[in-house]
């Protein structure tokens, strides 16, 4: 079926200290992976995406990897600061134009 | 701001009910997509509209139906409502179909069913 696990759905860390997010998904076809921040009271924004032809992408502080043989990819932020506290959400696109959530990580960061 | 406008910001309804949720794509955005959010399901993809055809559907109860007209607003509507109806609805809005990419989200309508 068309599913996307994520974990985990907790994440405490120390201001400065990393943060690491990992997302699998069920269908091999799959190409694009978004990873989306959503903040109190507001709706999810995307913040870094990859598609299956890169392996890694990095922006500033966030970056994601790919691994397609796994079926697996993963968000990383270095040097965390308490803006970066918010709920994370993982996605994954399957056939028939669907783009399907994980069920989200919830990041503190504590100063 | 996401430049996708959602509307009502709240709705308070009873069971049994009907209910219609509107949303405004960004200027240009061809693709309007509807999401429901709740604590225990996170993010459910319900349906998918593309220039005023229906696109990609998922896990959308029959009691709700969605449209997309000429101007590319979209209305979501939810009828003989119950309480595991109470969510947040959140609507997105892309250039693009064909590959789902750089969905941007309106803030939501939190619907509370009494």
């Known amino acids: 079926g068309e599913n996307v696990e994520q974990h985990p759905s907790t994440l405490s860390v120390q201001e400065g200290d990393s943060a690491v997010i990992k997302c699998t998904y069920s269908?091999?076809?799959?190409?694009?992976f978004p990873w989306y921040k959503q903040e109190l009271g507001k709706g999810p924004q995307l913040i870094i995406d990859?598609?299956?032809?890169?392996g890694e992408k990095k922006d500033q502080r966030i970056a994601v990897t790919l691994n397609k043989t796994a079926k697996h990819f993963s968000l990383h932020i270095t040097e965390t600061q308490p803006e970066d506290s918010a709920v994370y959400f993982c996605?994954?696109?399957?056939?028939?134009?669907?783009?399907?959530f994980g069920q989200g990580t919830e990041l503190s960061v504590k100063p | 701001d996401s430049g996708v406008t959602q509307t009502p910001k709240h709705l308070i309804t009873a069971t049994g009910q009907r209910v219609t949720l509107r949303c405004s794509p960004r200027s240009g955005d061809l693709s309007v997509y509807w999401y429901q959010q709740s604590l225990d399901q996170g993010l459910q993809f319900l349906i998918q509209y593309y220039n005023g055809e229906e696109r990609a559907k998922g896990n959308i109860l029959e009691r709700f139906s969605a449209q997309q007209f000429p101007d590319l607003h979209s209305e979501l509507n939810l009828s003989s409502l119950e309480l595991g109806d109470s969510a947040l609805y959140f609507c997105?809005?892309?250039?693009?179909?064909?590959?789902?990419?750089?969905?941007?989200f309106g803030s939501g309508t939190q619907l509370s069913v009494l």
């Open positions: 990859i598609r299956s032809n890169v």
């Open positions: 269908d091999s076809a799959s190409n694009y």
């Open positions: 997105a809005s892309s250039l693009d179909s064909a590959t789902n990419e750089k969905l941007f």
């Open positions: 996605a994954a696109s399957f056939q028939g134009g669907k783009l399907i």
